[in-house]
């Protein structure tokens, strides 16, 4: 007997009925109807973008179990919702969105030795020395390897990711550290690998933490005199992800710390995941002996989107959100959005917001003035440190070089652009550049900036480095 979205959808029902309350029942499932089925797909009909959101936090793993009993582990389940009477349209329309198959993280169990400090007969069936702990992952289930799309740009980052995933502690990538610009998916690939982990090895402790609450915890530790149960803590993980390392500059008991925890981990086969706005050879303020171990393992770079992979996130982008755009707007949109993951999203949303709440249709207009503000906005996003690597990198040096003291011809000039253009296009002062372009005082900088303008007008050769430089700050 062939299958049709009716039959399928019934034998889900009777499947779902069983196994939860009949209040919930009817609320939540009678009012659904089955739509369409293709392939191992099925279409089904809700009544309102809460009635969605509801099923997929609370139901969804149920939904999950009955559609693979009927269609098989390929099954797919799509909703289709019913907007009535929406910006003035006299008929209802319809908004597609897939599901998204995941339910939130839960706490993970795990056994931590402590003191007895009691002397009392214990449970002979509880072990001594150990009592169970419950630990958050503190991982995002929304950033996943499904929606971080491959492209040039992420292709090494994302295959090295999808490599430790599959065998957390056992490759040599150990650290991972990914680094690379603001908005450029760190964070997103590294929640993705953890999520990841806990699919494929659930009885593995994950956690997830930024590097500014680690030093926060730190320091309450010192001031509880409980260091050691802050180390011992730690040492319980089967994989820790510390975001935006680059925090633990400067903080030498956040690093020493940290160091011991790290050895711990690595020596023990733990797998550790950093991720940073710089390389390693860029980071300042960090003890040589941790930089040492970050470069243990691979140092991946997340680089800008080209092209082809901005057009695709926007795609899924609006895929997701069940939204429906001419190709031209994307294409206008990922043409003149190039700086970062984040700001294209940030676009794209806005764009369909703008349409959404001014009840506006979605035109080449509208997306020309809402990029035009996001554009300006993101051009002005331009730090010290991103203008010395850009300069670095043109002049094939090494940050060290360019901020040294040496009266090399070719590294004083391409110090005094540095310069330049810090003057240009941030609000430091010419002192607080000084001191992050090589410790110089103001009257450097100054003398810089007048060397350049003069150099521009009497040097072809040199008009064309500025020419070239300014071109890669604000493409």
Same mark, same amino acid.
């Given at each position: 007997?062939?299958?049709?979205?009716?039959?399928?959808?019934?034998?889900?029902?009777?499947?779902?009925?069983?196994?939860?309350?009949?209040?919930?029942?009817?609320?939540?499932?009678?009012?659904?109807?089955?739509?369409?089925?293709?392939?191992?797909?099925?279409?089904?009909?809700?009544?309102?973008?809460?009635?969605?959101?509801?099923?997929?936090?609370?139901? #969804?793993?149920?939904?999950?179990?009955?559609?693979?009993?009927?269609?098989?582990?390929?099954?797919?389940?799509?909703?289709?919702?019913?907007?009535?009477?929406?910006?003035?349209?006299?008929?209802?329309?319809?908004?597609?969105?897939?599901?998204?198959?995941?339910?939130?993280?839960?706490?993970?169990? #795990?056994?931590?030795?402590?003191?007895? *400090?009691?002397?009392?007969?214990?449970?002979?069936?509880?072990?001594?020395?150990?009592?169970?702990?419950?630990?958050?992952?503190?991982?995002?289930?929304?950033?996943?390897?499904?929606?971080?799309?491959?492209?040039?740009?992420?292709?090494?980052?994302?295959?090295?990711?999808?490599?430790?995933?599959?065998?957390?502690?056992?490759?040599?990538?150990?650290?991972?550290?990914?680094?690379?610009?603001?908005?450029?998916?760190?964070?997103?690939?590294?929640?993705?690998?953890?999520?990841?982990? $806990?699919?494929?090895?659930?009885? $593995?402790?994950?956690?997830?933490?930024?590097?500014?609450?680690?030093?926060?915890?730190?320091?309450?530790?010192?001031?509880?005199?409980?260091?050691?149960?802050?180390?011992?803590?730690?040492?319980?993980?089967?994989?820790?992800?510390?975001?935006?390392?680059?925090?633990?500059?400067?903080?030498?008991?956040?690093?020493?710390?940290?160091?011991?925890?790290?050895?711990?981990?690595?020596?023990?086969?733990?797998? #550790?995941?950093?991720?940073?706005?710089?390389?390693?050879?860029?980071?300042?303020?960090?003890?040589?002996?941790?930089?040492?171990?970050?470069?243990?393992?691979?140092?991946?770079? *997340?680089?800008?989107?080209?092209?082809?992979?901005?057009?695709?996130?926007?795609?899924?982008?609006?895929?997701?959100?069940?939204?429906?755009?001419?190709?031209?707007?994307?294409?206008?949109?990922?043409?003149?959005?190039?700086?970062?993951?984040?700001? *294209?999203?940030?676009?794209?949303?806005?764009?369909?917001?703008?349409?959404?709440?001014?009840?506006?249709?979605?035109?080449?207009?509208?997306?020309?003035?809402?990029?035009?503000?996001?554009?300006?906005?993101?051009?002005?996003?331009?730090?010290?440190?991103?203008?010395?690597?850009?300069?670095?990198?043109?002049?094939?040096?090494?940050?060290?070089?360019?901020?040294?003291?040496?009266?090399?011809?070719?590294?004083?000039?391409?110090?005094?652009?540095?310069?330049?253009?810090? $003057?240009?296009?941030?609000?430091?002062?010419?002192?607080?550049?000084?001191?992050?372009?090589?410790?110089?005082?103001?009257?450097?900088?100054?003398?810089?900036?007048?060397? #350049?303008?003069?150099?521009?007008?009497?040097?072809?050769?040199?008009?064309?480095?500025?020419?070239?430089?300014?071109?890669? *700050?604000?493409?």
């Amino acid at each position: 007997m062939n299958k049709t979205a009716q039959s399928v959808w019934e034998n889900c029902l009777s499947f779902i009925k069983d196994n939860i309350q009949d209040q919930a029942y009817k609320t939540w499932f009678e009012p659904i109807k089955s739509v369409e089925l293709t392939d191992n797909a099925l279409y089904i009909q809700v009544p309102s973008k809460f009635f969605y959101e509801w099923l997929e936090e609370h139901y #969804v793993k149920l939904l999950k179990v009955a559609l693979t009993k009927e269609l098989g582990k390929n099954a797919k389940l799509l909703y289709k919702i019913r907007m009535e009477n929406t910006y003035g349209n006299k008929q209802p329309f319809t908004e597609q969105l897939p599901s998204a198959n995941r339910v939130p993280m839960k706490p993970q169990e #795990v056994d931590a030795p402590f003191k007895n *400090l009691n002397p009392e007969l214990k449970n002979p069936f509880v072990i001594p020395g150990i009592r169970n702990l419950k630990i958050e992952s503190q991982l995002n289930a929304n950033y996943s390897f499904d929606n971080f799309l491959e492209g040039d740009s992420n292709r090494l980052a994302r295959s090295a990711g999808m490599a430790v995933a599959n065998k957390p502690g056992g490759t040599s990538f150990n650290p991972l550290l990914i680094f690379g610009g603001v908005g450029l998916g760190k964070t997103h690939l590294a929640h993705a690998i953890g999520v990841e982990i $806990k699919d494929k090895y659930p009885e $593995k402790t994950v956690l997830y933490i930024s590097a500014e609450i680690f030093t926060q915890q730190y320091i309450d530790s010192v001031k509880k005199n409980n260091r050691n149960d802050f180390i011992h803590f730690y040492q319980l993980i089967d994989v820790l992800i510390i975001d935006d390392v680059q925090f633990l500059s400067g903080k030498s008991g956040t690093q020493d710390v940290f160091f011991h925890i790290f050895n711990y981990l690595h020596q023990n086969g733990k797998q #550790v995941i950093l991720t940073s706005d710089k390389a390693p050879v860029d980071m300042q303020d960090i003890e040589q002996r941790l930089l040492s171990r970050f470069k243990w393992g691979l140092s991946a770079e *997340l680089h800008q989107p080209d092209y082809e992979t901005r057009i695709s996130i926007l795609k899924n982008i609006l895929y997701r959100d069940g939204v429906e755009i001419p190709e031209e707007i994307i294409e206008y949109v990922a043409r003149n959005i190039k700086s970062n993951v984040r700001e *294209l999203e940030g676009a794209i949303i806005s764009l369909i917001a703008q349409s959404s709440f001014n009840k506006k249709e979605v035109t080449l207009e509208l997306a020309k003035s809402v990029v035009e503000k996001f554009v300006k906005n993101v051009k002005r996003e331009i730090s010290i440190d991103y203008i010395q690597k850009i300069v670095s990198d043109y002049f094939q040096l090494d940050l060290e070089t360019l901020q040294s003291k040496t009266r090399k011809r070719h590294v004083v000039q391409a110090r005094q652009l540095a310069m330049f253009f810090a $003057k240009k296009f941030t609000k430091a002062s010419l002192a607080n550049i000084g001191s992050q372009i090589g410790d110089r005082d103001h009257a450097t900088v100054l003398h810089a900036c007048k060397t #350049v303008d003069n150099l521009m007008a009497t040097d072809k050769q040199f008009k064309k480095f500025v020419d070239d430089i300014n071109k890669k *700050l604000t493409l």
